[in-house]
């Protein structure tokens, strides 16, 4: 059963995506690509907040997986689920296996310092998204012969292939900075092939991409970084981030997967506060938590709200669209030419094939 704090977690959830317009127009996240700016000083040179980029990555990541874990522990166990719906919830903690644990603490090269407001917020984000989803799967399980169901086995499969493809563009981006692991493993390394005569890309075309040319970043202080490069292979021909749209591809089949009405009806505001105020625990916490209640009860939301695995995908696209959108802006600032013509012709889609 769906409890009040659900339901206010779920209406708040719906605020989430109306960063969009601010971080499409006015802010870069100080990650990735915008860790360092001119301003941000020299490398070696630590300004205020900056962590690790590889161990914060994990530790931010590492919180969905263990409260939507937690949540189904609190509602009754695992053992309480159906077949498919453990098989649905096991999706979700490989997803987070790789992304949290694999991917930055096995696989990913040195990642640029990433700032602790972005780790404080992403650990927000995925304590409020971990909660949701554990707590959706665990009230609204899917049925017991759902195994028998046409629709399950096409969205797992479109799951894998989401995964699978996110996960093959992480490689390529890894690639640029060093061997990677898979694509070394499946000999479909350009990093390794190029530097040992095998690579289909001209010794030109690579110094081009390596830093000789078109990837010279001068940092204050004089130093030069040559960590990014033109990203080539896969679906990168065609979009300037496609590890985003298998990413959300990936999400959209889970959120029908397990989710087949994207639609939840809300209780009134009246019934809402009532039920609040009837089981009590911590004073201070039950005060705390009746107080949100209220205060969601009293905004002005409609009946029927997105369920959580479908405001999942609504966050990333608000979150990661905008970076893709300036994302692409540094890619035409920083290689011009050179990554106007690296795809097809008329230029990379953003994120989406046919938009911008």
């Not at 780790?119 to 899917?142: D, E, K, Q, R």
């Not at 009134?268 to 009590?280: D, E, G, N, V, W």
Request: overall charge positive.
């Amino acid at each position: 059963m769906f409890t009040p704090l659900f339901h206010s977690l779920l209406k708040f959830y719906h605020l989430f995506p109306l960063h969009s317009p601010v971080t499409l127009l006015y802010m870069d996240a100080p990650w990735g690509r915008f860790a360092y700016n001119e301003q941000r000083g020299r490398e070696g040179q630590k300004a205020w907040g900056e962590l690790d980029g590889n161990l914060a990555w994990a530790f931010m990541e590492i919180v969905s997986p263990i409260t939507f874990t937690t949540t189904i522990l609190r509602s009754g166990g695992f053992s309480k689920l159906s077949a498919p719906t453990i098989f649905a919830a096991s999706l979700f903690l490989i997803h987070y296996a790789h992304r949290a644990v694999i991917s930055p603490l096995l696989l990913a090269p040195k990642r640029n310092p990433q700032h602790i407001w972005v780790t404080s917020a992403s650990v927000f984000f995925n304590l409020l998204n971990g909660y949701m989803i554990g707590s959706f799967i665990a009230s609204n399980p899917l049925a017991d012969d759902a195994f028998r169901s046409l629709r399950f086995w096409l969205c797992s499969l479109g799951w894998v292939i989401g995964f699978v493809g996110n996960v093959y563009h992480d490689e390529i981006l890894h690639d640029l900075r060093a061997p990677s692991f898979w694509l070394k493993l499946f000999g479909m390394s350009r990093y390794s092939q190029v530097r040992k005569g095998k690579g289909k890309a001209t010794a030109e075309q690579i110094d081009q991409d390596a830093g000789t040319d078109n990837d010279t970043q001068t940092r204050t202080g004089g130093q030069e970084d040559d960590t990014y490069k033109i990203p080539r292979g896969g679906l990168f021909h065609w979009i300037a981030f496609p590890n985003y749209l298998c990413e959300w591809f990936e999400w959209l089949c889970y959120s029908i997967l397990i989710s087949p009405s994207p639609f939840i009806t809300s209780p009134p505001p009246s019934l809402l506060t009532t039920l609040a105020q009837s089981t009590h625990n911590s004073p201070i916490l039950s005060q705390l938590r009746d107080s949100f209640i209220r205060l969601m009860a009293n905004l002005p939301f409609p009946s029927r709200l997105l369920t959580p695995p479908y405001m999942f995908l609504v966050a990333e696209l608000s979150a990661m669209y905008p970076r893709a959108i300036r994302g692409v802006g540094w890619y035409k600032e920083r290689f011009g030419a050179a990554w106007e013509t690296s795809g097809r012709r008329g230029g990379r889609w953003v994120a989406i094939p046919g938009v911008l």
